[in-house]
């Protein structure tokens, strides 16, 4: 069955840096958008970015554009999002997603088929 597992979460400060991994199996990866969502306390699951099969297309949302960078290792079956200048409201717990859908297509949660189980990124004071 399909499983995606994301790493590299934990607690951070003003200004860090953080690489957050999904790692994909069962399916054929190269053929799937990939999508970062998080879910910060008390609101809603939110798209963060996604990326087409062969990495050529990427979206960020609104709020991390320009600090955040989304990758993918088709020979890996992994997808990297690399988190730049953080700030506080960016604590949550990050997802990955899989979806067959078309990336520039991909932009709601209803789009992706398979989740990870999310890792926590941590704003420390």
């Known amino acids: 069955q399909v499983q995606l597992v994301e790493s590299g979460g934990g607690l951070v400060q003003a200004g860090d840096s953080l690489r957050l991994s999904c790692a994909a199996s069962?399916?054929?990866?190269?053929?799937?958008?990939m999508g970062w969502f998080r879910q910060a306390p008390g609101k809603e699951r939110e798209i963060v970015s996604r990326?087409?099969?062969?990495?050529?297309?990427?979206f960020f949302g609104d709020s991390v554009k320009g600090r955040f960078t989304i990758s993918r290792d088709n020979a890996k079956n992994t997808v990297y999002l690399q988190m730049d200048s953080l700030e506080p409201e960016d604590t949550a717990v990050y997802y990955c997603?899989?979806?067959?859908?078309?990336?520039?297509?991909?932009?709601?949660?209803?789009?992706?088929?398979?989740w990870g189980q999310g890792t926590q990124v941590t704003f420390s004071s």
């Open positions: 990326i087409s099969g062969n990495g050529g297309t990427q």
């Open positions: 069962g399916l054929t990866f190269s053929t799937y958008t």
């Open positions: 997603a899989a979806t067959s859908v078309a990336a520039v297509l991909a932009g709601a949660q209803r789009h992706y088929n398979y």
